[in-house]
């Protein structure tokens, strides 16, 4: 691609590539640093050297005992699905051309929150505890074969159409779930769960989560070099080979697979794929190309930022992750559509 065919507001290549160098670079210091303040914050005092020295050890103290069973895993799965938020959320961006796009625009999240859903209402989550994140993730991609069939690998238009069809599907038989909850304390089970968060997650959920969210990253980040090109068109892109049906199906499936494992074992968490692009695409030259694995460091450091942050506001009565990011999302989301009607957005 010349630097003479580049849309308005792209950086040249040599000026995007080393802003998009140092920033990754910046975003992967604050992300290591922000894991290991993750790790050493809680009522457990702990030595980081000794932490990491005796974490995989056999004999290990009750300090180390809590934050390898409870710190460890709610560490990575903050790293993992603030990644995977990062990521889909400038993928879809993309691909849609809308930049108040998201992860749940497609429905993929709400399908996912249907069969958690699902799994507390029946009961089965009691019975069999991985129930709940299977059927989770069951809904998402039950949601990417409604979409195939519905949208029929049409236009963007009719994905995104088939999407809020799917979304308010889902949204509808969430609702009727909990007006049809056999007791409260199912339906306020539902509700929590439904906030988002990571407390009391286990290495296990890190294990049934992280296939389907590293399948789904490298889905999404293979994208990065056809959604350069249709930033100059459709009509340009396939002309430079670009499989436009192919690319849209591995933003959908990439998303399905990575979201729906994220939303399988922590609950809804909104607004990370909206928020983290844009306040990154201005850094990286607006190039796709580096504005995906860029996203991917931002919104892992948002989440552990954000998890770090619920432990310390409210260390009594923890403040759900959903509630705190949806707090800080929703004015920025209102900041977005009103510079979207003088058309600054972008």
Do not use: C
């Amino acid at each position: 691609m010349s630097e003479a065919s580049l849309p308005s507001g792209v950086s040249s290549p040599r000026n995007s590539r080393t802003r998009a160098g140092l920033t990754f670079a910046v975003l992967a210091v604050l992300v290591t640093a922000a894991f290991a303040l993750s790790m050493a914050i809680g009522p457990a005092a702990a030595n980081l050297s000794a932490l990491f020295g005796q974490l995989t050890g056999g004999e290990a103290d009750t300090a180390i005992l809590i934050m390898r069973e409870i710190r460890l895993p709610r560490a990575l799965l903050a790293l993992l699905i603030g990644a995977t938020l990062g990521a889909s959320g400038a993928a879809l961006q993309g691909l849609l051309r809308n930049p108040l796009a998201e992860p749940g625009v497609i429905g993929i999240s709400s399908a996912a929150a249907l069969g958690a859903v699902i799994a507390l209402y029946t009961g089965l989550s009691v019975a069999v505890p991985l129930a709940l994140p299977l059927l989770a993730i069951t809904g998402a991609l039950l949601a990417v074969l409604v979409l195939q069939l519905l949208s029929g690998g049409s236009s963007v238009l009719t994905l995104i159409l088939a999407g809020v069809a799917i979304s308010s599907l889902a949204g509808a038989l969430t609702s009727l779930a909990l007006n049809l909850s056999p007791n409260p304390f199912a339906a306020q089970e539902i509700v929590f769960w439904m906030m988002g968060s990571l407390t009391d997650r286990s290495l296990v959920y890190v294990g049934l989560a992280a296939p389907f969210i590293v399948v789904g990253l490298v889905l999404l980040l293979g994208s990065a070099r056809s959604l350069e090109a249709l930033t100059l068109g459709e009509e340009a892109a396939v002309s430079m080979g670009v499989d436009l049906g192919r690319l849209r199906w591995m933003i959908v499936l990439g998303t399905a697979l990575s979201v729906g494992a994220a939303t399988a074992v922590a609950g809804v968490i909104g607004f990370v794929g909206l928020v983290v692009p844009h306040l990154l695409r201005p850094l990286v030259g607006h190039r796709p190309a580096y504005l995906l694995p860029v996203s991917a460091l931002g919104g892992a450091l948002l989440l552990l930022v954000a998890d770090i942050a619920v432990r310390l506001v409210t260390p009594g009565a923890e403040l759900k992750l959903g509630v705190l990011t949806a707090l800080v999302g929703a004015p920025f989301f209102m900041w977005l559509v009103v510079r979207s009607r003088s058309g600054r957005v972008g």
